[in-house]
Nanobody
Framework: QVQLVESGGGLVRAGQSLRLSCAASGRISRINTMRWYRQAPGKLRELVAT???????NSADSVKGRFTISRDIAKNMVYLEMNSLKPEDTAVYYC??????????WGQGTQVTVSS
């Protein structure tokens, strides 16, 4: 059984920073893509950032230049460094890991709240 556990969320003021972590445990044949999504109240879940098996990264326009995704392959960890946080970044942040066929895993989410 594969589990993803996010941590690092919290309440911060606008302009401050947070670092989210996601630990994957269990047997995954091969991790291909690791992503961070977020979902604000009343809104659809949106893709925030992606990192591929080869290390290529991409992020949403709304967070470019402020958020950075990274990973530690040996530890099956993925991180999201969030700087210059804004109130509109307030959401539940979810970690997603895609491995081989049929391997698509989600964490339980961690709340990030940014006050103005």
């Amino acid at each position: 059984q594969v589990q993803l556990v996010e941590s690092g969320g919290g309440l911060v003021r606008a302009g401050q920073s947070l670092r989210l972590s996601c630990a994957a445990s269990g047997r995954i044949s091969r991790i291909n893509t690791m992503r961070w999504y977020r979902q604000a109240p009343g809104k659809l879940r949106e893709l925030v950032a992606t990192i591929t098996r080869l290390g290529f990264t991409n992020s949403a326009d709304s967070v470019k230049g402020r958020f950075t995704i990274s990973r530690d392959i040996a530890k099956n960890m993925v991180y999201l460094e969030m700087n210059s946080l804004k109130p509109e970044d307030t959401a539940v942040y979810y970690c997603n890991v895609v491995g081989g066929p049929g391997e698509d895993y989600w964490g339980q989410g961690t709340q990030v709240t940014v006050s103005s």
